[in-house]
């Protein structure tokens, strides 16, 4: 009988526990290339970016917890008027840092100023 023969066995539990490794490393690499891979499109982000969008980005998870962000920094987050839309912005202030940005560049010249709050950026 084969099932008796422990060289059996031994192969079969070889080759599934290859197998194994070999899908479990595939879904390992297809969760992070979801994960912390990002196409960054458009020229928003010039000269950081190419304008051709052809960038690809490596997501850091761990920094912001840490607070080690800055002015100036590009970072991913969720898009207010769609949950599941990713976006990309750079940073022009931190918490009580005063900004001021113009309110229609397009049509006049009135600026506003603000200062940045952290119940503001939590969406508070």
Do not use: Q
Not at 6 to 23: D, G, Q, V, Y
Not at 80 to 89: A, G, L, M, Q, S
């Amino acid at each position: 009988m084969v099932f008796r023969n422990p060289e059996f066995w031994r192969f079969f539990i070889k080759e599934a526990s290859n197998s194994s490794m070999a899908l479990l490393k595939f879904f390992c690499i297809v969760h992070v290339t979801r994960t912390y891979v990002l196409d960054i499109p458009g020229a928003s982000m010039l000269p950081t970016f190419n304008i051709t969008g052809n960038n690809l980005a490596l997501i850091d998870r761990i920094s912001p917890r840490f607070s080690n962000v800055a002015v100036g920094d590009v970072v991913v987050v969720c898009s207010p008027e769609n949950p599941r839309k990713v976006i990309t912005k750079r940073l022009v202030g931190v918490e009580n840092d005063r900004v001021t940005y113009l309110v229609d560049p397009k049509h006049n010249d009135e600026s506003n100023t603000v200062v940045v709050c952290l119940n503001s950026l939590m969406g508070n």
